[in-house]
């Protein structure tokens, strides 16, 4: 999708701050981080949010999942807890309409909500 930015990010179109990559998902800084790690975990197919994955994305979903975890370990996160977020919709907060699971951790996190 031309005109969504992340699509633009895993084009290369946009430079990022790109912390890992492979065939399906991209990971990068998020531009206005909400805690010391603030990584977004991005699948490289262009869906709108989690609403719009398939019976033949459950693959994706599983190694989206899986390379959060191995980030997590990666930022020194395992041992002292993080938090993985995916807003849906406007009242979830969702402002980028293009799939993506927050990474969040390196300080004590508030209450959800
Ligand atoms: P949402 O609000 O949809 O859950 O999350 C979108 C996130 O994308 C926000 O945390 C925002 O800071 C981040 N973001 C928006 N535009 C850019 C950008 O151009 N580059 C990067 N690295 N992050 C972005
Ligand atoms: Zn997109």
């Given at each position: ?33 909400r805690a ?11 869906l ?37 977020v995916?807003?849906c919709?406007?009242?979830?907060g ?5 799939l ?14």
């Open positions: 999708m031309s005109g969504c930015i992340f699509c633009r990010i895993v084009s290369g179109e946009i430079p990022s701050q790109k912390i890992y990559e492979d065939d399906r998902v991209i990971a990068f800084k998020d531009i206005n981080p010391p790690v603030h990584l977004l975990v991005v699948p490289r197919k262009h709108a949010s989690v609403l719009e994955l398939g019976p033949e994305d459950s693959d994706l979903g599983g190694h989206v999942l899986h390379v959060l975890g191995q980030l997590a370990r990666q930022e020194d996160l395992a041992g002292r807890g993080f938090r993985i995916s807003n919709g406007q009242e979830g969702q402002t980028v309409d293009h993506h699971f927050h990474l969040l951790g390196g300080r004590r996190l508030g209450a959800m909500g």
